[in-house]
């Protein structure tokens, strides 16, 4: 079974700065990762898919890299909506599934 | 406009059913895989259980299966879930969520925004 974990569980950083995140998986998954931001009292709202390519809409200010068992979110300057916990997810073929990161919680500093 | 709206949570004691429901618009449902995320409340997403365009292909994760059936309306659009043997660690807001699948990657990009069940005596 795949295990995704995502580091760290909060980063605190102000507007304006670059925010790294991180998602590690158990086992090689290819570059079928993607990324998802929730708001509070919000649906999620996919980011990335594909470890590195923007959904419809999304800012070029958010990008994802990586492939095999480490992948990057990183969001170059962050603006104050983008204050938010962000998941990772992927894709198991077997058991047949999909799995989600733990989730880091960007926090105003 | 693409859109996902869910019904059917409520509150409901230990052992009970509860049957939900998520209705499609503004594309064609045919097309799509389906799928169904919860949420605890202060915790992660989980996924729960995802269907094929065809409704042929179905998989569960393995804290609901036995317990929970997900199927497909193509006449109303509609993607349902029903949940039997409700414990209390199924609490949750439950997602509908679109798939997309392509060459092996699986990913949901249109989400509703939920339906809450409460198990609780």
């Known amino acids: 079974e795949i295990v995704l974990t995502q580091s760290p569980a909060t980063l605190s950083l102000s507007p304006g700065e670059r925010a790294t995140l991180s998602c590690r998986a158990s086992?090689?998954?290819?570059?079928?990762l993607a990324w998802y931001q929730q708001k509070p009292g919000q649906a999620p709202r996919l980011l990335i898919h594909?470890?590195?390519n923007r959904a419809t809409g999304i800012p070029a200010r958010f990008s994802g890299s990586g492939s095999g068992t480490d992948f990057t979110l990183t969001i170059s300057s962050l603006e104050p909506e983008d204050f938010a916990v962000y998941y990772c997810?992927?894709?198991?073929?077997?058991?047949?599934?999909?799995?989600f990161g733990g989730g880091t919680k960007v926090e105003i500093k | 406009q693409v859109h996902l709206v869910e019904s059917g949570g409520g509150l409901v004691k230990p052992g009970g059913s509860l049957r939900l429901s998520c209705a499609a618009s503004?594309?064609?449902?045919?097309?799509?895989?389906m799928s169904w995320i919860r949420q605890a409340p202060g915790k992660g997403l989980e996924w729960v259980s995802y269907?094929?365009?065809?409704?042929?292909?179905?998989y569960y994760a393995d804290s609901v299966k036995g317990r929970f059936t997900i199927s497909r309306d193509s006449a109303r659009n509609s993607l349902d879930l029903q949940i039997n043997s409700l414990r209390a660690e199924d609490t949750a807001l439950y997602y509908c969520?679109?798939?997309?699948?392509?060459?092996?990657?699986?990913?949901?990009?249109?989400w509703g925004n939920g339906t809450t069940v409460t198990v609780s005596s």
């Open positions: 997810q992927e894709r198991i073929s077997w058991p047949p599934g999909i799995t």
């Open positions: 503004g594309f064609t449902f045919n097309d799509y895989y």
């Open positions: 086992q090689s998954v290819n570059t079928y």
């Open positions: 269907i094929s365009s065809s409704g042929l292909t179905i």
């Open positions: 594909d470890a590195s």
């Open positions: 969520a679109r798939v997309r699948t392509v060459a092996g990657s699986y990913y949901m990009d249109v």
